[in-house]
Structure formats: structure tokens, C-alpha cells
């Protein structure tokens, strides 16, 4: 067992742990499901009933934090408890300093465990300090018949190493607090008041490591060491002793830290927490079981704070290989030096193994999250346009890789070596240019692709469909004009914004109007298609109602420029409310709807995107015609997967004729009733368009959501007619490929669009051995028509390290990226696997990730301790809010249509995006200052941290819940609300009052701001506390125990402990 890493044993978790009650879930905060009792909790941190807490010890110091990133973290969990967080001197020599008298130590009932801080190394490669990632919906634990008995602690420490073993069982109880901030530290605002104090007595000021130690829980050591412990000895478990080899620099090897012999199963403990140790039997009544302190196990909030911290105020310069970039929270500024802005490319880690048994071996899964198209800071740059003219971008002869910053110029820069496979190409004559002394060319920075990560080239034409320029692209756009459409008001709603849209048409750089040409269709059961050329007086109505053999009854007037058929097309969008005011007809056609616009496209002979307004299951007579088939029956059987399936196969055959056109497809559903998102959305999905959902569309509350979305989606930048390709070093190759596109062969995602909130992920296998020197390079390649019709190549380059060692590959992953790809995983797995396979899978993976770290890079310790690496420290809370989505895991009042729809979503999601849509951003806006134009501490998610006295914000990329308590003062409600008393708030609220005060003032620009921050507008519901609206709120309050069955936070580490001391026994 090779030990690269000391085992970072932090203090045991201030209560035991009660059992993990098995993982059957309903709902987005429905109905209790039957057999599951409902339980009653007291705030976490609160004494238990019956429980006398001892007076915090001399010498005791709250909140000992968490490490920075680069520290790993452990829990120690024997089946009772697990250690708060711990931050020891990291970079200073670990065992400096004398003893603590033993008249310092004092007793704790928490039980105790080790702590040790390992010495960095100053050649280790720049590390991140701590960061963190957000998650989703929560749970609050179940009662366990276990009653742990209480434990002394042993003979007082003769050394420091035992010192800090004892230190660290002291409890913590306060909300993600953390190590004081050694001075010179940019720690920016104060914490709150629960700081902790100075260090302790022989040891330094923590300062963020530069290596990583471990995060470590320890259980209390047993009561008395007389007599037979039930269980193996010890040894057994702890696998060979601690080699004689020198430990890896950086990382002091660590005497095993734990106490008494590890016992066997438990009897009493149920099916909750399995093989759970016991520490022996106490005569008289056993005391209450005692709770796991939330406060001792990995903060979200905590560790995005400290990245912000330590991240947020430099550039992040990307001229270094496998620089693990700040957390996707932090906002930071990107100077492109050679590698791609993490904007454009993420990854699951930034230092790969060499060869694919350590691969394997690890089960780190090797991805990229890719936003070829991403917008970037207005301080920030975008990619520079290269012209070579006719010859085209210079290119490698054998694997076709493109020009940029790795390729190696040789011979007097006459030939160059190719980064990727090595070949030698010439240099052709008019891109010849000589070399310095140190080999690089003399026009290295005048390049963009010789000294960028990122940049375009102009295509030329034998990058273009049958060898011709493109034309600029077209939107159509396709309102749905039946009974449903019109009576709500939506029709008139739609035709009314158009009249302005259409000037915001997207346009590049300073050009006076846009390119882009439009067209217009209404239809029911029948196709309208209207001429709106610029000669006529009045726009002219064709009827198509062969919807069985769909063809465009006009080529000249159905696709114009705005400009020139202004006054036409304003009088078309003032007609067509008027014409179907009094429609009766109901039912709609959907697929010849997709066919005309098609078709259109293809006699116009360019790339395009349909809108599409629609409202209800296409079930008229005519091709791609659906029934419904809702059936609830088949959750949780081998059946549900059909429910995510496409009904008919016809959906996929029309995504790949849009596709070889270049038309993409956007759709607005606005249901009232199962309209089959998960067959409607093949076509979106597979053209790379969005989808916006509407359920129970009303025009009061709904509105300015979906006006907009509307704007933003009509004037995003989109590439047209897109086909992207990734291409490795010799040693690892693409093997699989998460997100809204199709492909025909293996290698080419193809999107007939692609917008600037479009992601692809992308999976790395091994083929061979990679090697530490020369790292690994990916190249991303993609060829798309711009708005205006030129046809281009983006290129993202990006180098990676490799290594040897596990700890290395742990040390460098982002977690964020690492659940990004989990859940695209996941969300793929239920069109063909029962879910709960999928959900077993998921935390077979990650406790195998865990479980491997624990074994081959943490130092011998009890197996009763969780381990967990730094950078990964937040794995489980937010796998377990993957496991409690509503795709996973249904709460009763969840759609069909809600999880097809979120399923299609997600898939398309960058990693800051899932990051807040599984852990939601939770603000205390009472806690705001009205003054200063920064947003209030988050806090983490979970009922216990709010107060009857405050209001509070949830933001989830989706929805902006604005919770009320019951005892929130008067002025504020008042000053927020427009109206006096609590009672008389209105749930029906879309918007917050426009009220001339400060508070009122901060609220509003706080909800503007975050609805800038996100892809899509966010409904805002407002939610009374005790009103039967707040199920749904406490539904992503996800460190808490589901409705739906899904684990607390709490309840699921025990779990994962539990899942990975069986892979290590």
C-alpha cells in the first residue's frame, strides 16, 4: 500500500449518525409516501432531549473550518460520528511545537480523533484552494434504534501528533465556520460571529495547503478495552503496515490514529446501516442516540466561499499545463495565454492517469464539459478571426489537427511536428517564418493560433455543403392558433412582441441591420403560410390543409427582410389575433408543422430556426400523430423507462433530415394538460434547440417570463449548420459524447445549432500509455455559419497533465465538472435501465472513486473514519442531490412531462448551471445591506438554517422562491410587499412590488441581478410559511430528508461510508 498522503484525521462528527433508512422516494414536496413515517427534528445543532451537553472544555475552539482545497477531507463515522472539520498548520513543518500540558485536555462526549497536516511540497504544481459546488433537494433523518454508549477518553498525548488527536474531538457547532484567517490572507468579509479563536498552543496559523491532506471523522474510542471486542482484530482491516519506503515529498507518513480494536456488526442497528461497529454494552438505560452535528461535515457554502476568497481577485492567467481553474461560483477573470478559458472547456480533472488501469482503477471518469460558443466577460476577449486566405488554415497532414500553440516548428521552422500524432508536415511557403534562439517563430505573438488557446478561422469553401457559401440563416417562426392558444391570450401576446423583436435580430459587430431573413406560419389542424413580400399592400394567407404530403405553397415572400417588409409583416401580426379570435378548432398537428419549415429552408437553400408555439398533444389526423400515454403506474417499474422514450420512431427520422439541412428547432410549449415532451422534444433535442415549458400558461403571472426567454432566445449568438470534432494525443481518445446533437458516425456531433448556452461533454478512454513529460491535448474543432452567413472554424486547444500517482489525479479534479457529467450520465442511463439500476450505479461509482482514494492515497487508519480527498470532499452532498431529482426520483405531483423535460434540459447544461440547479443558492435577503451593492452570505440548504423571523431567496436556474416567516416584523414586510401584515401577502405574485425604499430597492436589483446570471428567466414564487406552497419550496431545501424518500445529507454520508468500508473490507 503506497502512502501519498498523510490521513488528514479531523476531529469525530459532533453525534452519532442514526441509520440510513433505506432510499424508496416520493416527491417535489408531495404527499408523505405510506410507510415512511414523518418525523419531527429539533435544529440539528441543538442538545438532544434527555441529553446533557458538557460546557465547552478550556481550550476548546469553535468552528476549527474546513481545509483548503488541497487538504483531503476526512469523516470519521463509525456508525455514530463523524468529525468536524479541521484545518491544522498546513504549510508549516507539521511537528513543531511542544505538548499540551494534561491539564488542557479536557473531556468530550464526541468522541475523538486524529489530525495531521502534511508538509506541502514547493514543486507541487499550483493548487486551488478550497472550493466548493452547489447542489440539490433534502432530507432530515430517520431515528435509529441504536443507543451508542458514551466513551472516555484515553491517557493524555505525549507528543503534538497526539495533541491535535485529541484537539480534534473537540465538537464544532456553528454554521460553516472556518480556520481563523492567517494574516496576510485576502479573506475578504467577516464571517459570522461564531469565528474560531487563535491557534492552539505549538501550532501555526493555517494557511491554505499547497498539498493535500486529509479531511478525516474519527469514532469515539471504545468505553473499555477489557474483555473480547466483538469483532476482528484490528490489524485485519487496516491492510499491510505502513511501508518503509520514503513517503512522496510533501506528505509525512502518519502512525495509524485509531483507538481500541474495530468491532463487528450490530445487531439492533436494522437494515438502516448494516455492519455498523458497536462499542460494547453499558449496564443501566442506554442514553439517547445521539445526532450527527451538520455543521462537522463538508460545507457547500463554506468551500465556495474560500474559493472566492482565494481565487476571485487575480486573473486566472491560462498559460500553465493542468491549472485547476477557480470553482464555476467564483467570478473571475480569464487571460488566455496559450489554453482554452475554462468558459469554453471544463474538465472532470486536470491530471490524468498515464495508462488505463490506473484509470480504472480510480473510476474517476475522464471529461470535458465543452461551451464552444460561451460568452465571455465584456473585460475579456473574444477569439480573434484568422484569414489565410484561399489555402485555408494550416493543418497537419496526417490527423488533421489545426494550427496552434503545442505544434512544434523544426528544420528552421520549414516543418512542424504534430502536437497530437507526431507526424511532420511541411510548412507551406506563405506561412514560412523563422525561428528565435529559444525554436519558437518570430511571429509567435502576432498569431493568434501559435500563441492562444482559443481562435477562429475563416473558412474556406471546401469547408462548405456541395462546395458553395452558405447564405445567411432564416427564422421562422410557427404559432400555434388553436382554441387553447388564442382564449389565453397567448396569440395576440406573441404577435405583439414580434412586431418589436424583430429589430433585435442577432447581428455581428457594427453591422447596421441583420442578415437574417423571416418567415411566418400559423396553423391548428391545418398550415397558414403568408406572403409578406415588401411589394404587396397586404400580407396574402395560403391555406395548406394536405398536412399528409407537407410542401410550401410559395418560395418568393415567404422568407424576407425585416426592414423591407416592415409595414408588411406589422399588419400580418396585427391580422392573425383578429382572424382566429373566434376558432373553435382544438386539436393541433405538430411533425407537419417541423416539415414545412424544413422544406421552406431547403427551397431557400439556407440554415435556420423554427420557433414553434404549441399547446397541446398533436392528436389530429396527420404524420407524427400521438396518443397519450401518461401512466403513472409504471414509475418505479422496468417499464418506466418507455416514459422517457419518443412513442414512435418517425420524431427521429425528421431530427436527421433537419439536421442535414441545418435546420434547428426551438420550441415554446405552453400545456395545460400530458402533452409528451419526451416525443415532442426529439426533433429540439437532436437539432441542438431549446426547450421552454409553460404548464398552465396565464397571462398575468407567466408573461414576462416567457417574453423573456423569448428575447433572449432571438437574440442569442447561435452557429448554424455546426459539426464539432475532439481530437487527443496519441493515448486517449473520445469515446462518448452527453448533449443536444446528433451523430452519424463516431466521431462528428453535428447540431443544426448551436447557441452560446449549448454545452458538450465529452468522455476519454484510454488506448494507450500517456506519458508525465509530455502531458495530454485536446482540440476542439468546430465548423458553423455565423448570423450573417460566413462560414467558420473555432478552435479550443487545452493541455492537461498526466501522472503516475493516484494522488496526484485526486488532487487535481473539480468536482462541480465531475457531478456535471454523473448526472448527463445518469440522465442518458433511464432511456434504457430501470432507474433505481441507474441510481445504484451512480453511488456504486462514486463510492468506488471514494474508496480507491482511501486506499491507495490516505495514510493506515481505523476503517471507522471517512476519508475523503479535498477536491472532492462535496461528492457525496451533491451526488445525493443528483439521486433526489426529479428524474431519479419522482415526488408524486412531478410530471411525466416535468422529467422528460428536465432530463432533456439538464443534458445540455454547463457545469455552473447544474451546480445551482442541484445545489440551489439559498440568501438571507434580510441579511442584506441595503447600502452595498454585493449579495448577503448564502447559507446552506436546509430547513434548520432558516429563521420564522426572516425572508429568505432560493434560486435554482429555474425558479426564484422568496420564503416569508411567520414572524417577520411588520416594517418589512411593509417595505417589501406593500401591505401590512403577514396575511395579507398574496401567493399570486409574479413580480415584487415597485416600492420607493432601500429594502424593497436591494431585493428588486438582487433578483435582477441573478436573473442576468442565468440561461433562462426564473419564475418567481412567493412562499408564506405554513402555506401549502412551502412543500414545494422545502423540496430544494436538498440537505434535508425528501418527501420523495431521498436521504439527508447526513443520513447519505453514513451511507457512502457504509458502501465504501465493504469495498475495502
Known amino acids: 500500500m503506497s502512502v501519498n498522503q498523510p490521513a488528514h484525521t479531523g476531529p469525530p462528527y459532533g453525534r452519532p449518525q442514526p441509520g440510513y433508512q433505506g432510499y424508496q422516494q416520493p416527491a417535489y414536496g408531495g404527499q408523505p409516501l405510506p410507510g415512511v413515517p414523518q418525523l419531527q427534528y429539533g435544529a440539528y445543532n441543538g442538545p438532544m432531549p434527555g441529553y446533557q451537553q458538557p460546557p465547552p472544555p478550556q481550550g476548546y475552539f469553535p468552528s476549527l473550518g474546513f481545509p483548503s482545497k488541497g487538504s483531503p477531507v476526512s469523516l470519521n463515522s463509525d456508525t455514530s460520528s463523524l468529525a468536524p472539520n479541521f484545518i491544522g498548520s498546513l504549510r508549516a513543518p507539521s511537528t513543531s511545537g511542544a505538548s499540551l500540558p494534561s491539564d488542557h485536555l479536557t473531556y468530550s462526549p464526541f468522541g475523538q480523533g486524529d489530525v495531521q497536516n502534511g508538509i506541502p511540497t514547493s514543486a507541487a504544481p499550483m493548487q486551488r484552494p478550497p472550493a466548493s459546488q452547489p447542489y440539490l433537494p433534502g432530507s432530515a433523518s430517520m431515528p435509529v434504534t441504536q443507543t451508542p454508549t458514551f466513551q472516555q477518553y484515553g491517557p493524555p498525548p505525549a507528543s503534538v501528533q497526539q495533541l491535535s488527536n485529541h484537539m480534534a474531538g473537540m465538537t464544532i457547532g456553528t454554521v460553516a465556520a472556518s480556520a481563523a484567517p492567517p ?27 499547497a498539498s493535500q491532506p486529509n479531511h478525516v471523522f474519527s469514532p469515539p474510542p471504545p468505553t473499555s478495552m477489557s474483555g473480547p471486542q466483538p469483532g476482528p482484530p484490528m490489524s485485519s482491516l487496516h491492510g499491510p503496515p505502513p511501508p518503509t519506503h520514503p513517503p512522496q515529498p510533501g506528505y509525512q507518513m502518519q502512525q495509524n490514529g485509531s483507538f481500541g480494536q474495530v468491532r463487528g456488526p450490530q445487531p439492533n442497528y436494522g437494515a438502516a446501516y448494516p455492519g455498523a461497529p458497536n462499542y460494547g454494552r453499558q449496564p443501566g438505560p442506554p442514553p439517547p442516540p445521539k445526532r450527527l452535528d451538520p455543521d462537522s461535515i463538508p460545507s457547500p457554502i463554506q468551500v465556495i466561499e474560500d474559493d472566492r476568497n482565494n481565487c476571485g481577485s487575480e486573473p486566472f492567467v491560462t498559460g500553465v499545463r493542468g491549472q485547476v481553474p477557480p470553482l464555476v461560483t467564483t467570478d473571475f477573470l480569464v487571460k488566455d495565454q496559450g489554453n482554452a478559458s475554462p468558459r469554453y472547456i471544463r474538465c472532470t480533472s486536470y491530471n490524468i492517469p498515464c495508462t488505463s488501469d490506473m484509470a480504472k482503477q480510480s473510476q474517476v471518469p475522464l471529461a470535458a464539459v465543452i461551451k464552444p460558443l460561451a460568452t465571455l466577460r465584456p473585460e475579456e476577449t473574444l477569439p480573434y478571426l484568422v484569414d489565410h486566405g484561399e489555402s485555408g488554415p494550416v493543418r497537419c497532414n496526417r490527423c488533421k489537427a489545426y494550427m496552434c500553440p503545442f505544434m512544434q516548428f523544426i528544420e528552421g521552422g520549414r516543418r512542424f511536428q504534430c502536437c497530437f500524432c507526431s507526424c511532420v508536415t511541411e510548412v507551406p511557403p506563405h506561412y514560412f517564418q523563422h525561428l528565435d534562439h529559444t525554436g519558437k517563430r518570430v511571429d509567435f505573438y502576432d498569431r493568434p493560433e501559435l500563441s492562444l488557446g482559443s481562435y477562429e478561422f475563416l473558412a474556406t469553401v471546401d469547408y462548405c455543403k456541395n462546395n458553395k457559401f452558405p447564405s445567411p440563416p432564416a427564422f421562422i417562426f410557427m404559432i400555434d392558433v388553436s382554441y387553447n392558444a388564442v382564449k389565453s391570450g397567448l396569440v395576440r401576446l406573441i404577435c405583439e412582441e414580434l412586431k418589436s423583436l424583430l429589430d433585435y435580430l442577432p447581428r455581428e459587430g457594427n453591422m447596421e441591420e441583420s442578415a437574417i431573413r423571416v418567415g411566418f406560419v400559423t396553423y391548428n389542424k391545418v398550415l397558414h403560410f403568408y406572403n409578406v413580400k415588401s411589394s404587396l399592400a397586404q400580407p396574402q394567407m395560403m391555406v395548406v390543409s394536405d398536412v399528409a404530403d407537407m410542401f410550401v405553397p410559395l418560395l418568393d415572400g415567404f422568407l424576407v427582410n425585416v426592414n423591407e417588409s416592415r409595414t408588411v409583416i406589422a399588419s400580418l401580426l396585427d391580422q392573425i389575433p383578429e382572424m382566429f379570435a373566434d376558432t373553435r378548432e382544438t386539436e393541433t398537428v405538430f411533425a407537419p408543422v417541423i416539415q414545412a419549415g424544413l422544406e421552406a429552408l431547403k427551397a431557400a437553400e439556407c440554415a435556420g430556426k423554427l420557433f414553434i408555439f404549441h399547446t397541446s398533444l398533436p392528436i389530429a389526423e396527420a404524420p407524427g400523430k400521438l396518443k397519450n400515454r401518461d401512466d403513472k403506474k409504471l414509475i418505479n417499474t422496468d417499464k418506466e423507462k418507455t416514459l422517457f422514450q419518443p412513442q414512435t420512431s418517425f420524431y427521429n427520422n425528421l431530427a436527421k433530415d433537419c439536421v442535414t439541412q441545418g435546420c434547428c428547432v426551438d420550441l415554446f410549449l405552453f400545456p395545460n394538460q400530458y402533452l409528451d415532451v419526451a416525443t415532442l422534444g426529439v426533433v429540439t433535442y437532436q437539432t441542438g434547440g431549446s426547450i421552454y415549458k409553460y404548464a398552465y400558461f396565464q397571462l398575468e403571472t407567466d408573461q414576462d417570463r416567457f417574453l423573456n426567454d423569448l428575447r433572449r432566445d432571438v437574440q442569442k449568438e447561435v452557429g448554424f449548420d455546426a459539426v464539432m470534432r475532439v481530437r487527443t494525443s496519441t493515448g486517449i481518445r473520445a469515446t462518448d459524447f452527453f448533449g443536444a446533437f446528433y451523430m452519424s458516425n463516431t466521431t462528428d456531433v453535428e447540431m443544426a445549432g448551436l447557441d452560446c448556452d449549448k454545452t458538450i461533454t465529452v468522455e476519454f478512454k484510454h488506448d494507450d500509455k500517456l506519458s508525465e513529460d509530455s502531458g495530454a491535448l485536446l482540440q476542439c474543432a468546430l465548423l458553423y455559419t455565423s448570423c450573417t452567413g460566413q462560414r467558420r472554424l473555432r478552435i479550443h486547444n487545452l493541455s492537461l497533465n498526466c501522472c503516475t500517482q493516484l494522488a496526484d489525479l485526486y488532487r487535481n479534479c473539480e468536482t462541480d465538472t465531475l457531478i456535471n457529467y454523473l448526472a448527463k450520465y445518469a440522465y442518458r442511463g433511464v432511456l434504457s435501465s430501470p432507474v433505481k439500476t441507474v441510481r445504484d450505479a451512480l453511488i456504486s461509482q462514486c463510492a468506488q472513486i471514494l474508496a480507491c482514494y482511501r486506499k491507495n492515497c490516505a495514510s493506515p487508519s481505523s476503517a471507522g473514519q471517512l476519508i475523503l ?77 432558516l429563521s420564522k423571523g426572516d425572508i429568505y431567496l432560493l434560486e435554482n436556474g429555474l425558479n426564484i422562491f422568496v420564503w416569508v416567516g411567520v414572524n417577520v416584523q411588520q416594517g418589512l414586510i411593509q417595505n417589501l410587499f406593500g401591505v401590512s401584515s403577514f396575511s395579507q401577502i398574496s401567493n399570486g405574485l409574479s413580480t415584487l412590488p415597485v416600492l420607493e425604499n432601500p429594502f424593497s430597492k436591494k431585493v428588486r436589483s438582487i433578483i435582477d441581478m441573478l436573473q442576468m446570471q442565468r440561461s433562462r428567466y426564473m419564475k418567481l414564487i412567493i412562499v408564506k410559511q405554513e402555506d401549502k406552497l412551502e412543500m414545494l419550496f422545502k423540496h430544494f431545501l436538498v440537505e434535508d430528508k425528501s418527501l420523495s424518500g431521498g436521504a439527508s445529507y447526513v443520513d447519505f454520508l453514513c451511507h457512502m461510508h457504509k458502501e465504501i468500508r465493504q469495498l475495502l473490507s
Open 183 to 209: 494574516a496576510g490572507l485576502g479573506y475578504g468579509a467577516p464571517r459570522p460571529p461564531t469565528m474560531p479563536g487563535p491557534p492552539l498552543p505549538g501550532q501555526t496559523a493555517p494557511v491554505p495547503p
Open 869 to 945: 480527498p479535498e477536491c472532492m470532499k462535496l461528492l457525496p452532498v451533491y451526488l445525493n442531490c443528483v439521486l433526489k431529482s426529479d428524474v431519479l426520483q419522482p415526488g408524486l405531483e412531478v410530471t411525466t412531462d416535468d422529467r422528460a423535460y428536465i432530463r432533456q434540459l439538464v443534458t445540455s447544461m454547463d457545469v455552473a448551471e447544474t451546480n445551482v440547479f442541484f445545489y440551489p443558492r439559498l440568501l438571507p435577503l434580510t441579511k442584506a445591506d441595503v447600502d452595498s451593492d454585493s449579495l448577503p452570505a448564502a447559507i446552506r440548504n436546509s430547513e434548520e438554517r
